[in-house]
């Protein structure tokens, strides 16, 4: 069906504006592309109710296409060339009929092409453009190698003991471990998921389906579904790895590996846990190279980056750090030590892992079973004539309590919390009971901080934005209506068609200076506490993302799902 007819018949439908039709159609005649993915892109009508208004009109029906597993037979039947050509799926096979899901059903040369190169009969089925990428992403974009691998697993008839069953054969189990198919699949997991830059892999057990997936800044993502017949011995192969019992099925493990490529050392941390259908596995990959402990390529605003480090180099007091998991704290913390790690001082850290081994830091690995908790740590560092401390995190009342006399005789104490913003934090430790005196003496500062995604540079493209839209998130009038310009991630090979590539950091950084102790002292909530900041030049989380967005380095989306608007 032409753009204008389809245009035509959304607007006596009232689901977008004779505006937006317009406007579309100029997007078109302009950039090319589909035209209800311009639609859709442009805001104007919502993804789902565009696919139900196009089915009832083409009389074809339309496919959730995330919601739907599809046979890796099938996805064979259709060459990664034309899927990427003209963004299709091949989704099921009934006989000599091949469903394909597309984003334009009535792109006749996309289905003769697919009928010459497949000899199938198609039949197509709607799909959002959305869900066909990260389908594509999902089913064509692993490396050639895992896909021969699996293949030959399946070709090979390799008898592998249940999982299922009552009792371990441990005998037979490490024979199998040692199989030549277990070990190339494993190590090929391993590799391709440095390669990849990956920070954590998932191995995950259901009852009919067995799959890997690897977690991509911030994102999951599944890469592969070995057989089924191979489940057990794989995770075997991994605890082996790990130094883990494998005759041990019911109880949560957890374990190291140590990697050795052509390039570089790598460590992962295993984590075993007992679900209902087998053991899930999650390795943390612990690459040294891929960690930035250079403050300056963080992400910081200026003014932000020289507040922190004044407050990192100070002869004593404490500087906190918070958010939620994941949101790159331990990295900011190593990027603190590393840049005051000289000669002449004395650095102790209590963390739980130890992630990093840092030269010329002492550090110590918690371990609770023994009593060996933040706690305890602490006590002992002070009697180890330390110059800095760093807490992995403050938990309770007796750790906090400690930091704080550590900062108040003339320690540096840098440690972690879990609250939303950086004045929440001040309340926080008031709640675990800490005096607001001791509060307003002891802490330096305290920096809030999240992870959004970068713009891929190879794909990004301009994203108009309605002022009013950008006004609602916080830009103000005059760099609403400004020639500022706002992108989004189009998505390419370079980026997995993500549209994003690597992360980068928002900072919320809170001096606690004289004005800001008074109002500590006075017993001020944080509401007052943070309009004080803002007052005193504090940039909020959401400020610091909306540079990032002036700055063409993430996107709106990005920013308005990681941050509150002040």
Same mark, same amino acid.
């Given at each position: 069906?032409?753009?204008?007819?389809?245009?035509?018949?959304?607007?006596?439908?009232?689901?977008?504006?004779?505006?937006?039709?317009?406007?579309?159609?100029?997007?078109?005649?302009?950039?090319?592309?589909?035209?209800?993915?311009?639609?859709?892109?442009?805001?104007?009508?919502?993804?789902?109710?565009?696919?139900?208004?196009?089915?009832?009109?083409?009389?074809?029906?339309?496919?959730?296409?995330?919601?739907?597993?599809?046979?890796?037979?099938?996805?064979?039947?259709?060459?990664?060339?034309?899927?990427?050509?003209?963004?299709?799926?091949?989704?099921?096979?009934?006989?000599?009929?091949?469903?394909?899901?597309?984003?334009?059903?009535?792109?006749?040369?996309?289905?003769?092409?697919?009928?010459?190169?497949?000899?199938?009969?198609?039949?197509?089925?709607?799909?959002?453009?959305?869900?066909?990428?990260?389908?594509?992403?999902?089913?064509?974009?692993?490396?050639?190698?895992?896909?021969?691998?699996?293949?030959?697993?399946?070709?090979?008839?390799?008898?592998?003991?249940?999982?299922?069953?009552?009792?371990?054969?441990?005998?037979?189990?490490?024979?199998?471990?040692?199989?030549?198919?277990?070990?190339?699949?494993?190590?090929?997991?391993?590799?391709?998921?440095?390669?990849?830059?990956?920070?954590?892999?998932?191995?995950?057990?259901?009852?009919?389906?067995?799959?890997?997936?690897?977690?991509?800044?911030?994102?999951?993502?599944?890469?592969?579904?070995?057989?089924?017949?191979?489940?057990?011995?794989?995770?075997?192969?991994?605890?082996?790895?790990?130094?883990?019992?494998?005759?041990?099925?019911?109880?949560?493990?957890?374990?190291?590996?140590?990697?050795?490529?052509?390039?570089?050392?790598?460590?992962?941390?295993?984590?075993?846990?007992?679900?209902?259908?087998?053991?899930?596995?999650?390795?943390?990959?612990?690459?040294?190279?891929?960690?930035?402990?250079?403050?300056?390529?963080?992400?910081?605003?200026?003014?932000?980056?020289?507040?922190?480090?004044?407050?990192?180099?100070?002869?004593?007091?404490?500087?906190?750090?918070?958010?939620?998991?994941?949101?790159?704290?331990?990295?900011?913390?190593?990027?603190?030590?590393?840049?005051?790690?000289?000669?002449?001082?004395?650095?102790?850290?209590?963390?739980?892992?130890?992630? /990093?081994?840092?030269?010329?830091?002492?550090?110590?690995?918690?371990?609770?079973?023994?009593?060996?908790?933040?706690?305890?740590?602490?006590?002992?560092?002070?009697?180890?004539?330390?110059?800095?401390?760093?807490?992995?995190?403050?938990?309770?009342?007796?750790?906090?309590?400690?930091?704080?006399?550590?900062?108040?005789?003339?320690?540096?104490?840098?440690?972690?919390?879990?609250?939303?913003?950086?004045?929440?934090?001040?309340?926080?430790?008031?709640?675990?009971?800490?005096?607001?005196?001791?509060?307003?003496?002891?802490?330096?500062?305290?920096?809030?901080?999240?992870?959004?995604?970068?713009?891929?540079?190879?794909?990004?493209?301009?994203?108009?934005?309605?002022?009013?839209?950008?006004?609602?998130?916080?830009?103000?009038?005059?760099?609403?209506?400004?020639?500022?310009?706002?992108?989004?991630?189009?998505?390419?090979?370079?980026?997995?068609?993500?549209? /994003?590539?690597?992360?980068?950091?928002?900072?919320?950084?809170?001096?606690?200076?004289?004005?800001?102790?008074?109002?500590?002292?006075?017993?001020?909530?944080?509401?007052?506490?943070?309009?004080?900041?803002?007052?005193?030049?504090?940039?909020?989380?959401?400020?610091?993302?909306?540079?990032?967005?002036?700055?063409?380095?993430?996107?709106?989306?990005?920013?308005?799902?990681?941050?509150?608007?002040?």
């Amino acid at each position: 069906m032409a753009p204008e007819k389809i245009g035509k018949l959304l607007v006596q439908a009232k689901l977008i504006t004779e505006e937006n039709f317009q406007k579309a159609l100029m997007t078109l005649k302009k950039d090319g592309g589909n035209f209800t993915s311009i639609l859709v892109k442009m805001g104007a009508v919502e993804d789902m109710k565009l696919l139900q208004f196009l089915s009832t009109q083409l009389r074809i029906p339309y496919l959730d296409i995330l919601k739907t597993e599809i046979d890796p037979a099938v996805v064979k039947l259709v060459p990664s060339e034309l899927v990427q050509k003209y963004k299709v799926i091949p989704v099921k096979r009934a006989g000599s009929l091949l469903h394909i899901a597309m984003i334009d059903p009535s792109n006749i040369f996309a289905i003769d092409d697919i009928k010459f190169m497949t000899g199938y009969d198609v039949s197509p089925v709607l799909a959002s453009e959305s869900g066909i990428l990260t389908a594509m992403t999902k089913y064509y974009n692993s490396s050639q190698q895992i896909q021969t691998m699996l293949q030959n697993i399946e070709d090979e008839e390799v008898d592998i003991l249940s999982s299922e069953e009552e009792e371990v054969d441990v005998g037979k189990l490490t024979a199998e471990v040692e199989d030549a198919p277990v070990v190339k699949l494993v190590n090929i997991i391993l590799v391709e998921a440095i390669k990849k830059g990956v920070s954590d892999i998932h191995i995950e057990c259901y009852e009919k389906r067995f799959r890997v997936r690897y977690r991509l800044d911030g994102s999951l993502m599944e890469v592969m579904a070995p057989p089924m017949k191979m489940k057990a011995a794989l995770i075997s192969r991994i605890k082996i790895m790990a130094n883990l019992d494998i005759s041990e099925r019911r109880l949560p493990q957890d374990g190291r590996i140590k990697l050795k490529t052509t390039e570089k050392e790598v460590d992962f941390r295993v984590s075993v846990l007992p679900c209902l259908f087998g053991e899930k596995i999650v390795m943390r990959i612990l690459d040294k190279g891929n960690l930035n402990v250079d403050l300056t390529k963080l992400g910081f605003e200026p003014r932000s980056m020289e507040q922190f480090m004044k407050a990192v180099s100070s002869p004593w007091g404490m500087v906190l750090v918070t958010g939620p998991t994941g949101s790159g704290k331990t990295t900011t913390l190593y990027s603190a030590l590393n840049y005051i790690n000289t000669i002449d001082m004395n650095i102790m850290t209590a963390e739980d892992p130890v992630e /990093y081994n840092l030269e010329g830091i002492n550090q110590v690995q918690m371990k609770e079973d023994i009593g060996l908790n933040f706690a305890a740590a602490l006590r002992s560092f002070l009697r180890q004539d330390p110059d800095v401390v760093m807490v992995g995190e403050i938990r309770d009342f007796e750790t906090a309590e400690i930091a704080v006399k550590a900062a108040l005789t003339g320690h540096l104490v840098l440690s972690t919390l879990h609250t939303n913003d950086a004045p929440g934090t001040i309340n926080r430790l008031l709640n675990m009971g800490i005096e607001p005196f001791m509060v307003a003496s002891s802490c330096v500062l305290i920096l809030a901080q999240r992870l959004v995604r970068r713009l891929c540079p190879q794909c990004k493209e301009v994203e108009k934005i309605p002022p009013e839209t950008l006004m609602s998130i916080g830009f103000s009038k005059e760099d609403a209506h400004s020639p500022m310009v706002t992108y989004k991630g189009k998505g390419c090979p370079t980026c997995n068609n993500n549209g /994003y590539k690597g992360r980068l950091g928002l900072y919320e950084v809170l001096p606690i200076g004289e004005e800001i102790k008074a109002l500590i002292l006075e017993g001020a909530n944080a509401t007052e506490i943070k309009k004080k900041a803002i007052a005193l030049g504090m940039k909020t989380l959401r400020m610091s993302g909306l540079e990032k967005i002036k700055g063409g380095l993430t996107s709106v989306g990005e920013v308005t799902e990681s941050t509150f608007s002040d």
